[in-house]
């Protein structure tokens, strides 16, 4: 399973400031610590409402590539289409990654050849600018408008990540089962399977601390079990890295070899 470290965000006590002061170090700190975690992509996200969004992507993009070789893939994330276009320009090391798109054919048409021209993978959430995604139908026909529009531009289907939406378990609590089936079904939609990411935190958003973690590592088992690619979580948390690996050993997507056990072993 793909990891895509979470917490270079505008939203973070630390980070936000450091972020809008232009200060390297503590990003560049997190981006290291994040990868050496087990990440083997970068979230870089601007949040909402971020005025001088494309120099800052710009900025950030050059500052995490300083410290990262070219095996970490950079993940930007901004609804700011000029800000995501000024961050592809300057990526160097890895193909980079959009997040993200919605599925609506007009954006679509503005994100879709922007993936193309450079080579970046793309996470396209299965909801339109209507709003939340009811359930999985819903889901299902926002998926195959992003998957037409995709063969329509020329992106090959293998650089999408659909991404159902995950919302608070507090807000929506009957929608949890709709996104593992959704799961489900994305991989159904082409052969081979249709890739598939959340935002794994999204799920115990507004509960209460002491709930996250049962949360988050529950869930990603009940994703995984149904097909997920990639989640965007804490590469910082052991416990949920090793649940993530675990994952993948039951379902015979690595080999359960020494190198598993000392790992487990040495961090229990
Ligand atoms: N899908 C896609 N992209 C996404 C999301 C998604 N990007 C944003 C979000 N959802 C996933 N990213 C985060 C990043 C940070 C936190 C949660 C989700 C977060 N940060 C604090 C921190 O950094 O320490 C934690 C505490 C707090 O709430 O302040 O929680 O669904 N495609």
Redesign the pocket.
Known sequence: MLIIA??I?I???T?GPAMRERNAKPIQDLAIVQVAGGAKAL?L?LGPGTKDGPEMMEWLVKTVEEVVDDSVQLCL?TKNIVAMEAGLKVVTKHKPMI??TNADPDVLDQYMPMAATYDADI?A?AMTSAGIPRDHNERLENAAMIMMKAMEHGVGLDRIYL?P??LPIGVAQQDAMEVVETIRSFQVLNDPPMKS???L??IY?GTPKELHTRFGYTFLTMLGAAGLTAA?ADSLDKDLMAVAKTIEVLKNQMLYAASYLDDILVKA
């Open positions: 979470e917490k965000n939203m973070s006590k980070i979230d996200n994330d997040n993200s996470i959430l991404d939406l995950v990411v959340v935002g935190s999204n958003n965007i």
